[in-house]
């Protein structure tokens, strides 16, 4: 028998819940076993309360965990009904949380493993590359990092991606050239990836631009791994709603993803 | 709270819904499995199948639609996956149902062949009709009264083991009645109801296919319409499916005439939701006074 | 926003569902009723019918069950009260469709000729094959091929004004396939689909019946999969109903194959929820590019 | 044509909400053109917002309404999910109502017309009594009131119909014996009509109460109105959920009631 997901319902209170970015918000809550138990890249699956109309959980990656205080932090966009609600929900509000989700990212184990990795994070993309870009810092491996958003106010992550010891090169990029550099992330991220060596490659965002991503760590012979967004049901492996087409079949993104070997993804 | 659903003697009521509920071993972490009076597995057939393309899954209000398309990893592949957690899960006496696709007859018989030579575990099989017959450019094996004949005379001859029919939400009491006919020990009902859902910025329909199986409290009242209009029809055991949240919603498939019913979108929300619904049907059957549950089977008074 | 079902010249496409719009007038001071395209008047058969006992109402999860019993005044009854006041309206643009009931074919044809005689402002006429035929033990008319074929022969006999036909959530495109043969100039679907609501600590139906009609937005996504079906099963024009909450599930019908959309249940919590989803409807036809809102008619993409 | 509905959709502010007995609150409301448009017995049918899978309004009687004040105050039990979240709604919240529905009570001309009326009402039916009361003690009309409920902290309005002046006999009575005598308010009502000399009955409560209460007039040949209870759709005539049965025939409550000769009722 597969291994059952380590996923657990979880009970949570919200910390804080406050905009950082334009329909961007960053949520923290209190939840101490399931801030023990995560891994870069994991998903969990936060059931909103207020509609009973709308019944099922809402998948979030996470950008943050901190052990030691029990919290987890995640940011999301509002985009539809159920994070408008969430946006709404108000520090002790609690509720449940099922967690955590699959596989994340394979983070290098040391600098030998892996002396430099290219980051390449879009829109809401990015917290999970943020999360990743931590546990490099912590493990002592250099990284470069590309951001893109549409605009200025929808870019988040980046300062808390300088801050980090081993941050190399940051580019960022903005569809309307409010900040940065006006162009896609994927520019940047092609021309490192002719000039410089990596081990290691990561991306979240948009599929065209993960998969743009993946072609050109193909192109420059660099592992890449992208993580998937799905529409998920249960977030543990029982319903089969969530699959990937892969060349090693269908794969569920809440159990052999969300993040993939991008050079296996067949269909983004 | 024991029940027998045509010949499978279940501790309690409480079976799970084909398809949301895995092979059951997903849940393993996440609740006691043994506590149900049953599992129903996915269907699987005698070869794998892909499923459909993403996105397989959409929110409607009041539940979810879903077009996965019976991915599965076919009989001998869930055999290998799954069979050791199930067969001790049928030892602590949480009776394992098997479900069985396919495109055709031929196929279903291949399939049902194949859960009874590898899954002697098993307590039954339960046979779904709605999946799409290929031959007949898509339409449901079950959706007419001579295709479910067809089906259900066909894996009548496989085997003498319990044999349940999934039923699509279509034509209820006459094909139930048909089914009886052919020998089905008891009747599953019901499968999700065809839905669309649209992008009306897009013009695309918001998963990979025009249309999907809806699920959820949406279908519940219909749902216990068609099970009582289902028992009227026939005297074998219905298993009362559709939009079970809570005990009271598994009650309401009891009085009109369910034996047992199975828990299914709710499973995806709330793992051990099937454990609570159990409990809360429990202390229902207590508040009417009764320690044998089957005497409220089809206890509507109307 | 122009549109024409089946000869009924709207000046947009929004509807109102039969027995949610009571005969229009009380709605009178709630709302704009002129700025609809058209309004469909509550069933009424030959003679008055007094309808089923209370309690002829329930809540369920996203929607709510009837069982009025398609209480009514008689033809005559409703011509002499609502009459003026439908005629105005008509005046105004706004087309007036009259909903036709019976418990037998000979009752079909008798209540239309009365509303032809009656009712010379109404621009056509809905048949709702779903009311119980009372010689067939209660079950509705059109619920089969063969019995809404006679009903729309029958019926298509009387007059050569518009004729819709309210469909049962029943084998639809068989039936529909059946109707626009026998003459039918729209059709109209769904109407209400049968459920069951049980208080289980009562062992008692919530309605006066066993079952009642289902309505709001549980129905929807059946609903919009069913008018596609018939869509592509006819050529007649269709009228989308069923959950209509706001401009977009009205755009969904329309993407589905529907000229025109009735509001039914949303009327009923929002007096003004038809003009609401009319002005989002325009929206959306804005946002889509298109003046000619039928350009948008069947327009999904699959 | 029938004359329409004189309800219309209304804007309202919860001034108050607040518990008044046991699993029974006091809602005050500010709604300046509903509250100068009401006339006792009628209804009104309330939105609660928050649970989008319950869609229906629920229909109220009011217990007073102040037209200088804009406010109307309705009395409601909690007996379910609305009316649980009824409960839970906030001062400063805000949400529509739709009324005033139906027709209420014949309430008589003055002391001519009515030397004597005699009010009973049981349970949750006692605030459309409360408020014919304060109608009639302001046409200068003598009343006795009879009002029971299942126990002492259910029996809501004694206090502001003995402060009416007016009030003559006021009989409380419960089952429990916690308060008043331990019997049903129909016992004293009989007792009442046999002994008296009333113009005028008026009922509220439970469906065995009020029929019970119908006969008893009928017995000592004074009109009786009561006040019914059914389970309503639309709240001003458009759906034909709300019907009684009366010897006139089918009956809609939101128009032709909630207010019935009782007389003519045929089916409670
Ligand atoms: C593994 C994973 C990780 C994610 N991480 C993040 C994150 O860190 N931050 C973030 O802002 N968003 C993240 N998302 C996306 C997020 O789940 C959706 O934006 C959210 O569910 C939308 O809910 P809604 O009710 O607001 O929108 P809706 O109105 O329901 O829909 C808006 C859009 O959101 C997407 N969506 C809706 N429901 C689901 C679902 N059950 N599963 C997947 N997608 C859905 C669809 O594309 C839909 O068109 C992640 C999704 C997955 C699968
Ligand atoms: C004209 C009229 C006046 C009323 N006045 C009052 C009042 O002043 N104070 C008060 O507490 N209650 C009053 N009621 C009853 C009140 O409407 C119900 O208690 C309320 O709707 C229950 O809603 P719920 O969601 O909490 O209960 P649910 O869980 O929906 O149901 C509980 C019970 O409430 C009743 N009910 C539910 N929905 C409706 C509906 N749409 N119409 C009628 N009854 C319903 C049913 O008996 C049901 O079994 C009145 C009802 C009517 C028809
Ligand atoms: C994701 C998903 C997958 C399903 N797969 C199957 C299946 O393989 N076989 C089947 O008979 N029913 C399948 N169903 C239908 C359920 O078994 C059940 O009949 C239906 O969902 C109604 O019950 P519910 O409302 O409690 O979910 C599936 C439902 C869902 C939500
Ligand atoms: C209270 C009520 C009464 C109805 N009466 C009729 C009727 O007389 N004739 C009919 O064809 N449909 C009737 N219907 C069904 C509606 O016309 C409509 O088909 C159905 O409610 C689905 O649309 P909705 O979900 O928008 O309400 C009734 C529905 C309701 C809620
Ligand atoms: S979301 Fe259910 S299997 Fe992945
Ligand atoms: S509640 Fe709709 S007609 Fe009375």
Redesign the pocket.
């Given at each position: 028998m597969p291994t059952p997901s380590p996923a657990r319902v979880h009970e949570f209170t919200v910390v804080t819940n406050k905009a950082v970015g334009e329909n961007?918000f960053s949520l923290t809550i209190k939840a101490p076993r399931l801030a023990a138990m995560l891994h870069p890249g994991q998903?969990m699956?936060l059931q909103?309360p207020g509609n009973a109309m709308?019944l099922?959980?809402?998948?979030?990656?996470?950008?943050a965990a901190d052990p030691e205080a029990g919290t987890v932090e995640?940011?999301?966009?509002?985009?539809?009904?159920?994070?408008?609600?969430?946006s709404e929900m108000r520090p002790h509000a609690t509720s449940s949380i099922l967690g955590p989700?699959?596989h994340g990212w394979s983070v290098p184990e040391d600098a030998n493993a892996c002396p430099r990795a290219l980051l390449v994070g879009g829109g809401?993309?990015i917290?999970?590359i943020v999360c990743l870009a931590r546990a490099l810092s912590e493990r002592g491996i250099s990284f470069d990092v590309c951001l893109g958003a549409t605009t200025a106010s929808k870019l988040v992550g980046a300062a808390e991606i300088e801050a980090l010891s081993g941050c190399g090169e940051l580019h960022l990029c903005t569809d309307d050239g409010s900040l940065g550099s006006r162009a896609f992330c994927t520019d940047p991220a092609a021309l490192l990836l002719s000039g410089k060596r990596y081990a290691y490659v990561a991306t979240c965002g948009p599929s065209p631009m993960m998969q743009k991503v993946a072609e050109a760590s193909e192109r420059a012979g660099v592992y890449c791994e992208a993580?998937?967004?799905?529409?998920?049901?249960c977030?543990f492996g029982a319903c089969a709603t969530?699959a990937v087409e892969t060349s090693d079949g269908m794969k569920g993104?809440?159990m052999a993803?969300?993040v993939f070997d991008a050079s296996k993804v067949v269909s983004w | 709270m024991a029940v027998n659903f045509g010949g499978v003697a279940m501790k309690n009521p409480v079976n799970t819904a084909s398809g949301t509920f895995g092979f059951g071993w997903q849940f393993a972490d996440l609740m006691d499995v043994s506590a149900l009076g049953a599992i129903t597995t996915k269907g699987c057939a005698a070869t794998p199948w892909p499923g459909n393309p993403a996105?397989r899954?959409?929110?409607v209000r009041g539940g979810m639609m879903n077009s996965v398309g019976l991915q599965n990893p076919g009989v001998e592949g869930f055999a290998a996956e799954a069979g050791p957690w199930l067969k001790e899960l049928a030892d602590t006496g949480t009776r394992v149902i098997c479900q069985v696709a396919g495109h055709s007859t031929e196929e279903y018989v291949r399939a049902l062949e194949l859960f009874v030579e590898l899954c002697p575990w098993a307590s039954g099989f339960e046979i779904n009709v709605s999946c799409p017959n290929l031959a007949a450019g898509g339409v449901a094996c079950g959706s007419t009264p001579e295709g479910a004949a067809e089906v259900m005379r066909a894996c009548r001859a496989v085997t003498e083991r319990p044999l349940f029919v999934k039923m699509a939400p279509v034509r209820v009491p006459e094909i139930a009645r048909v089914l009886e006919a052919e020998g089905a020990n008891g009747l599953t009902l019901i499968n999700s109801i065809s839905g669309m859902a649209i992008?009306v910025e897009t013009r695309r329909s918001?998963i990979s296919r025009p249309t999907g199986g809806l699920s959820g409290p949406l279908c519940h009242p219909i749902a216990v319409r068609m099970v009582w209009e289902a028992a009227r029809a026939v005297s074998i055991p219905i298993c009362g499916v559709g939009g079970i949240m809570t005990g009271e919603d598994a009650a309401e498939f009891i009085l009109a005439g369910a034996t047992c019913v199975s828990v299914g979108m709710a499973n995806l929300i709330e793992p051990d939701a099937a454990t609570r619904i159990l409990s809360e049907l429990e202390a229902w059957a207590r508040r009417q006074g009764v320690s044998d549950i089957t005497e409220l089977v089809g206890a509507l008074e109307c």
């Open positions: 961007i998903f699956n909103v709308s099922l959980r809402i998948p979030l990656s996470y950008a995640l940011w999301y966009a509002v985009v539809g009904e159920g994070t408008q609600r969430l989700g699959g809401i993309g917290p999970p993580s998937l967004e799905r529409m998920m049901s977030g969530c993104a809440c993803g969300p | 996105p899954m959409t929110e992008d918001k």
